[in-house]
């Protein structure tokens, strides 16, 4: 075991190799940037603040754990096996399943907004 500065410098690497890596991550990142544009516009409640910044760490990390996951079947099989793509569409599906959810959440939160906005 590491010692704790250590061990924030490889997840330091970690984060920076899936953003500079990864498409996903910088469109993710482009989105969550708008949601916090549209919260912080709209005023939202501190309470409200923390769904959605809980709903943006989800997102990305689901993704970070699918792009481990994907470097980790590529080193176990270089050939497609069926095992592997089962791996791979099931931790797809976990970041897709938590992107619907959070969709869901942030029409909750901001359509109230919205209408309110609307009727100025």
């Known amino acids: 075991m590491g010692n704790l500065k250590d061990n924030i410098k490889f997840a330091n690497a970690g984060i920076l190799y899936f953003f500079k890596t990864e498409k996903n991550a910088r469109i993710q990142v482009g989105v969550a940037g708008c949601i916090l544009l549209a919260?912080?516009?709209?005023?939202?409640?501190?309470?409200?603040?923390?769904?959605?910044?809980?709903?943006?760490?989800?997102?990305?990390?689901?993704?970070?754990?699918?792009?481990?996951l994907e470097r980790v079947c590529a080193v176990i099989s270089l050939e497609y096996h069926p095992m592997v793509k089962i791996i791979k569409d099931v931790a797809a599906g976990a970041v897709w399943l938590s992107s619907i959810i959070a969709i869901t959440i942030g029409f909750i939160l901001f359509v109230p907004y919205i209408i309110n906005w609307l009727k100025l």
């Open 39 to 68: 919260a912080w516009f709209f005023n939202i409640s501190s309470f409200e603040w923390c769904i959605i910044l809980l709903c943006i760490a989800l997102i990305l990390s689901l993704e970070m754990i699918n792009t481990a």
